[in-house]
């Protein structure tokens, strides 16, 4: 991409992680604070039922509503499935282009810190994520390929990406993260305008990546029940390694079910609240070296 013309800021398409709702309400307030030279920028609000409610979501998960198949569907008439659609024309006006670039705000109850999670391996996206994990080493980077078929709001662009914070309750503001957010945040739009002004910050050229591979459920009864929690030697353990062997889950009789992969692995997402009705007790994700 030569020259990025307009940025997205969205917060809020989950409407109980409330760092990014209150940081799009603060930028709205103060456009300044996001303006740039280079580049006009958006701050949009996603779910704004389910904000004004303290809900996730009404009827379904926005964030999972933003497939070609639905937006184009206009017999799905659920607030999400309609929202979505009108996310869509927000990003992208009658007659113009698709905004170029989508950065998606959210939180989460694990503890993954500052993360940023991408669709693939866009160069620009890839140099992006070198460069600001350089400059804080509380910066991680995760790839998810197969997300682009799952009608997450990142997937609508190439160089749509996502901010995930935490550990942050649902529904609870917590001014160090909301702090950390809002200043890498800026660090982002200043990077893009350097981009536009040729002006490309120098970084070192290898970047650690997350690569996701797969999703833990939860030990299940026959009837769906949850049978064991995370392992308190795993809690809050994100990006850590986990080896084939070590404990992974605790029945609440007390005995360890221990982790029976092949190989080692890095979780992600342990434990978060969102993820129970998903079915999902963490991904899991492999570390890697990326030459940039």
Known sequence: MSHIERVAIVGGIHGNELTGVHLVK????????????????????????????GKRYIDKDLNRSFTNQGLHNFQLSSYEDTRAKGIQQILQPQNQPFVDVIVDLHSTT???GLSLIF??????????GAYLSSINPLVKVCINQQSKENGFLRSLCELGFVIEVGAVAQNILNAELFQKTEQLIYVILDYFEGCNQGNIPQINNTLTLY????????????????????????????YEPLNPGDPIF??????DIFYEGASTVYPIFINEAAYYEKGIAMHLTQKQQQVV
Do not use: V, W
């Not at 603060?26 to 280079?38: E, G, H, T, V």
């Not at 693939?120 to 996206?125: E, Q, T």
């Not at 605790?250 to 005995?255: A, N």
């Open 119 to 128: 669709c693939d391996m866009h160069p620009l996206l890839l140099r992006l």
């Open 110 to 112: 694990a503890n993954m």
């Open 211 to 238: 690569e996701y591979i797969g999703t833990i459920d939860y030990p299940r009864s026959d009837s769906g029940e949850i049978q064991a929690m995370i392992h308190p030697q795993l809690q809050f353990r994100d």
């Open 26 to 53: 603060k930028f709205q307030q103060y456009p300044n604070l996001i303006n740039r030279s280079s580049f006009k920028t958006l701050a949009l609000l996603g779910n704004l039922k389910a904000i004004q409610e």
């Open 250 to 255: 605790l029945t609440f009789e007390g005995k």
